[in-house]
């Protein structure tokens, strides 16, 4: 950037930047009042609640008051650091680099500007921040990079963590007190103590379960795997004895041998027993082919001499 650009810029920015920095001081101070308002008619209808007995809503809505007491606190801070940096534009106008003392109250006001949506003149005064110190400077306390110099106090009230139990009876106890109500906080003190069950890891519970079940088959799959064919041949035969010595019914004959030395008996060699049969049916039915042989002979004889004649 030229020396002439320099010189421009310098003004304008002053200009820019104190014009900004004067309008979110208002509407900082408009907000505070409305919220203030809003908190005091909750606090009012917690107190309704807590004469009626109604636990069970007094815990829901104590859990937004907090949270609209924590956007308050830090708007207060907030307004604090916004009139410092006006203040000291003079000297932001006239240095290139942030100085030391402003840091904290300019990467506070960059850090809660995206995340206060009912001051839209924030955003502009952190676009003016980032043409002066460069997109760096603003990434590191928008997303709270390490070295960074945001409030401590103001991440924590715009944090979007749900408060403790000590927290939420301590204001009901002052809400109680403040419209001198009878209340029994002993109620209050067994359901904040209550562990509620993280249903959001619930998936990850029935993840752990499946894999317990389905653990021991694929530890039997690996081990059969594992395993040599000797032991599944032997277990294999081992099943077949024990199957053998059950009873069972006469299997079929597979194989038939004709045992020559003797020649009035025929061996049948089955699976289950060995059977036995006389000569004689063999040889009455060999007699019968023979005779059927014979006669089919003479028939083609027969043919053979009408063929000729």
């Known amino acids: 950037m030229s020396m002439l650009n320099r010189l421009f810029n310098r003004g304008l920015f002053g ?7 004067s309008l979110a001081i208002s509407r ?5 009042n409305k919220r203030e308002l809003q908190l005091n008619n909750m606090r009012k209808e917690i107190a309704q609640f807590l004469r009626n007995g109604e636990e069970a ?28 940096v006006l203040a000291r534009i003079p000297i932001l106008d006239s240095q290139r680099e942030c100085p030391s003392e402003l840091k904290e109250a300019i990467a506070s006001i960059i850090f809660t500007a995206p995340r206060c949506s009912d001051l839209p003149e924030l955003l502009q005064i952190q676009s003016l921040f980032t043409a002066k110190y460069g997109k760096e400077f603003i990434s590191a306390a928008a997303e709270l990079k390490p070295g960074t110099s945001v409030n401590r106090t103001i991440i924590e009230k715009l944090s979007v963590k749900a408060p403790s139990a000590e927290v939420k009876l301590s204001l009901l106890i002052e809400i ?22 993280d249903l959001l890891d619930g998936s990850r519970q029935i993840r752990s379960r499946a894999a317990e079940y389905q653990r021991p088959v694929v530890e039997s799959s690996l081990s059969l795997s594992s395993s040599s064919e000797a032991d599944l041949v032997a277990r294999t035969n081992q099943n077949q ?3 053998q010595l059950q009873p069972s019914t ?18 049948i060699s089955t699976t289950g027993d060995t059977r036995t049969s006389t000569k004689s049916k063999i040889m009455e039915n060999a007699r019968a082919a023979i005779v059927a042989a014979d006669r089919a002979s003479a028939a083609a004889r027969a043919a053979a001499e009408l063929a000729k004649m």
């Open 15 to 21: 200009a820019k930047c104190k014009t900004c920095v």
């Open 28 to 32: 900082i101070k408009l907000v505070q």
């Open 57 to 84: 809503i007094v815990q829901i809505r104590v859990e937004c008051i907090i949270r609209e007491t924590n956007i308050w606190e830090a708007y207060s801070i907030l307004e604090l650091f916004c009139e410092f």
């Open 176 to 197: 109680a007190q403040k419209y001198n109500l009878q209340w029994d906080p002993s109620t209050a003190i067994a359901e904040f103590s209550k562990k509620h069950e």
């Open 241 to 243: 004895g024990t199957q």
């Open 250 to 267: 006469p299997l079929v004959s597979k194989k038939i041998i004709v045992d020559p030395d003797k020649t009035d008996k025929l061996v």
